[in-house]
T-cell receptor, first 115, second 117 residues
Framework: EPEVTQTPSHQVTQMGQEVILRCVPI?????FYWYRQILGQKVEFLVS????????KSEIFDDQFSVERPDGSNFTLKIRSTKLEDSAMYFC?????????????FGDGTRLSIL | AQTVTQSQPEMSVQEAETVTLSCTYD???????LFWYKQPPSRQMILVIR??????QNATENRFSVNFQKAAKSFSLKISDSQLGDTAMYFC??????????????FGKGTHLIIQP
């Protein structure tokens, strides 16, 4: 069964550095998402992406964050000038959305640790 | 804005028992979708079941079924004949369809379900 793949599985970065988290969505999916889960807290929506542009973003997704689909397969989340509070699990998801309410398929996540 | 509440942080049952996980939500929308996702210790979130708000019939998937009460804004998950592999975090999630765009999910805090041998 096709899967969403995320790399790396664990990223350790110094505070203030830039980090790029990578995702390969399921190949025929057109809708892409990033979520984060701070340890012990709920999964939070960051941003959704469709047709090469941001579709929706949450309050969390400020100017520090950006997303990109640099080629036909990858979907990246960039965090500029990381802060300690950016430490979290980051999940990528994708969906087909041939009709409303299609479920999203999640990757294994990237654990981001900011030191 | 939508909110999703899971009031049971942790539950523990014996193998083969039936367990019900509760979820309530708050929305002013009439058309929406509800999901239960399972997150085993391996971390990947897996879809368990999906419910369309305009369908009165409760969704079922093998041992998993929901009790969807739209008026009460309640969406509980029942797991029958629980198995050791059901041990996981279970998240309830809400989706408001976005015309022409990608719909983010609003999650509850999760319930950690432990199936005891």
């Amino acid at each position: 069964e096709p899967e969403v793949t995320q790399t790396p599985s664990h990223q350790v970065t110094q505070m203030g550095q830039e980090v790029i988290l990578r995702c390969v969505p399921i190949s025929n999916h057109l809708y892409f998402y990033w979520y984060r889960q701070i340890l012990g807290q709920k999964v939070e929506f960051l941003v959704s992406f469709y047709n090469n542009e941001i579709s929706e973003k949450s309050e969390i997704f400020d100017d520090q964050f950006s997303v990109e689909r640099p080629d036909g397969s990858n979907f990246t989340l960039k965090i500029r000038s990381t802060k300690l509070e950016d430490s979290a699990m980051y999940f990528c998801a994708s969906s087909e959305k041939v009709s409303p309410g299609q479920p999203q398929h999640f990757g294994d996540g990237t654990r981001l640790s900011i030191l | 804005a939508q909110t999703v509440t899971q009031s049971q942080p942790e539950m523990s049952v014996q193998e083969a028992e039936t367990v019900t996980l509760s979820c309530t939500y708050d929305t002013s929308e009439s058309n929406y979708y509800l999901f239960w996702y399972k997150q085993p210790p391996s971390r990947q979130m897996i879809l368990v079941i999906r419910q369309e708000a305009y369908k009165q019939q409760n969704a079922t998937e093998n041992r998993f079924s929901v009790n969807f009460q739209k008026a009460a804004k309640s969406f509980s998950l029942k797991i029958s004949d629980s198995q050791l592999g059901d041990t996981a975090m279970y998240f309830c999630a809400f989706m408001k369809p976005k015309r022409g765009g990608a719909d983010g999910l609003t999650f509850g805090k999760g319930t950690h379900l432990i199936i005891q041998p």
